[in-house]
T-cell receptor, first 119, second 117 residues
Framework: AQTVTQSQPEMSVQEAETVTLSCTYDTSESDYYLFWYKQPPSRQMILVIRQEAYKQQNATENRFSVNFQKAAKSFSLKISDSQLGDAAMYFC????????????????FGKGTHLIIQP | GAVVSQHPSRVICKSGTSVKIECRSLDFQATTMFWYRQFPKQSLMLMAT?????????EQGVEKDKFLINHASLTLSTLTVTSAHPEDSSFYICSAAYRRGPVDTQYFGPGTRLTVL
């Protein structure tokens, strides 16, 4: 079984600043995928970034990047140049699917971090 | 591309009635769909995995007779909450796995808010 822990219920950042959201996980698998999903007030889940556990290089997507520490089972999300549209709940998630990108297996989610952007 | 819809978006029903929620992949075929439940201000919990043409796989603790899942085609999965009770009130979200290149990605529907009176 996998568990995902997000210890920050809420974070606040000034617009244009950088913020880091924390996530730790536990799994007995050697290969797995990790994700950050964004859930704005519309409740629509949006994939922000995906990390393959066997890749040491940290994933990046424009202003979003991760710090993946496999030994520590840590997977934090850094948002640079925060924008008002980044305000949302952010969920860290893991998948045991090791063959097809992590999308073919049910995801295990953390409890989420509510990100507030101060204008 | 990769749009998933849910219908209805909101439903209110009386205790004891059954409610059906539809999940459709609009522009792709999905051999696998998932159903999640999200309580207020909480995480998403996987309820079941739905594969086209076969029985759904339920997570531990999810009553399969209470939450009936049917994956009738490659673009449609339905969740029926049978004999609903107030404790079944929740936000139900589906997702569908879509392969783009070498990887599958789960695309989520907008969710259905169920309120049982």
């Amino acid at each position: 079984a996998q568990t995902v822990t997000q210890s920050q219920p809420e974070m606040s950042v000034q617009e244009a600043e950088t913020v880091t959201l924390s996530c730790t996980y536990d799994t007995s698998e050697s290969d797995y995928y990790l994700f950050w999903y964004k859930q704005p007030p519309s409740r629509q889940m949006i994939l922000v970034i995906r990390q393959e556990a066997y890749k040491q290089q940290n994933a990046t997507e424009n202003r979003f990047s991760v710090n993946f520490q496999k030994a520590a089972k840590s997977f934090s999300l850094k948002i640079s140049d925060s924008q008002l549209g980044d305000a949302a709940m952010y969920f860290c998630a893991s998948s045991q699917d090791r063959y097809s990108g992590g999308g073919a297996d049910g995801l295990t989610f953390g409890k989420g971090t509510h990100l507030i952007i101060q204008p | 591309g990769a749009v998933v819809s849910q219908h209805p978006s909101r439903v209110i029903c009386k205790s004891g009635t059954s409610v059906k929620i539809e999940c459709r992949s609009l522009d792709f075929q999905a051999t696998t769909m998932f159903w999640y439940r999200q309580f207020p201000k909480q995480s998403l919990m996987l309820m079941a995995t739905s594969n086209e043409g076969s029985k759904a796989t339920y997570e531990q603790g999810v009553e399969k007779d209470k939450f009936l899942i049917n994956h009738a085609s490659l673009t449609l999965s339905t969740l029926t909450v049978t004999s609903a009770h107030p404790e079944d009130s929740s936000f139900y979200i589906c997702s569908a796995a879509y392969r783009r290149g070498p990887v599958d990605t789960q695309y989520f529907g907008p969710g259905t808010r169920l309120t049982v009176l």
